[in-house]
């Protein structure tokens, strides 16, 4: 057999070879496209079946009478879980979706009477014409400024819990996690953090709130509150754009609650956001007594350089940057100062026992006013 010859056989050899393996790699592929195929289709499958299984009745035989109460106040998130704890729905989340998406609005609080037999459309006509009901059972005044620790104790008083048994449940990281996975505008895992004291410090929002029983449930208590942090975020999430100190919820409720804390009635609450944000541009550490406060777990009328030593990631004179979490919950000024500082060259300011604030440039200009205002005054 000649070269030539001998050439043309290995080369009809080795195209073959190719023809197989390029037989075989589209058999793979095939197969593993058919694979993708099914379980793509078993997931969508599944997801519509879900779906279709929530937007049913829970029960089209069953007509026997549930009575329902909504509070007034109640927000779509809290009534369509009202609804699954009654067992009117079967999803809340897949209820709530719904009334998103058919834009319905105008729910009023009252006593209702639903059956398992009612579909969405039915359940939504109804809550649409509720009877009003009277008078609150109570109202939760929550002061701004106030930490998580004094909220509680408000809360005892006003329902017969014990401050205990509340701290029990905002500490309990099954709860918290749980809060996290229903308020992810609000909440996220940094509150999980294991430096962080109690998740849910600086999250309950101050105001007023009203209650129409006369002992609801401490989740119901939180909820309510969440749910007005919720709505009051909103407005400022789309300012923490381009901000470097302040890109979360967490870290905007961070900020606000050191400047709630260090605000008086004739504070200018912009100004000391100017101070911490300079302090952070500078690279210095905030030096915040209200921070040292916290960490030592105690109010004192006078921070004295022996507490500046508490070893705490809460000690903003031990520690750069902004503390793990909020130390107190904010309101809605200081929310706004957190993101508006005002425009100043100021490092250092000085709350006088007259309620007066004063800002300095330098801190030999600080000390100075220290021994006018504070050291000579008592």
Known sequence: MSDNESKKDLYKKNLQERHREAKTIRKIVFIVFIVILVVLSGIIGGGYLYIKSALEPVDPTNKEPIEVTIPIGSSPTAIARILEENDIVKHAKVFRYYTKFKNESGFQAGEYTFNQSMNFDQIIESLKSGILMGEPAFK??????????????????????????????VDDPTYVKDLISRFPNTLSEEILNKDIKHPLEGYLFPATYPFYEK???????????????????????????????IDSTHKLLTMAS????????????????SVFYNRLNDGMPLQTDPTVLYALGEHKKRVLYD?????????????????????????????????????????YFLAAPTGEVYYSKTLDEHNAKKAQYITNQQ
Not at 157 to 165: C, D, P, R, V
Not at 222 to 245: A, H, P, W
Not at 258 to 273: C, F, G, K, N, V
Request: charged share 25%.
């Open 140 to 169: 939760l005044v929550i002061p701004e400024g106030k930490q998580l620790e004094e909220i509680a104790t408000i809360i005892a008083e006003q329902t017969g819990y014990t401050k205990e048994e509340i701290m029990e449940k």
């Open 215 to 245: 002992k609801p449930s401490i989740e119901s208590i939180i909820e309510t509150m969440l749910e007005q942090t919720d709505k009051i975020l909103v407005k400022y999430v789309g300012l923490m754009e381009g901000n470097s100190y």
């Open 258 to 273: 050191l400047i709630e804390e260090e605000a008086t009635a004739q504070t200018d609450r912009e100004q000391i956001s």
């Open 307 to 347: 507490h500046l030593e508490v070893n705490s990631p809460y000690n903003t004179y031990k520690n750069q940057g902004l503390t793990p979490g909020p130390i107190a919950n904010a309101g809605e000024s200081s929310l706004s100062a957190a993101l508006n500082p005002a425009e100043t060259d100021y490092l």
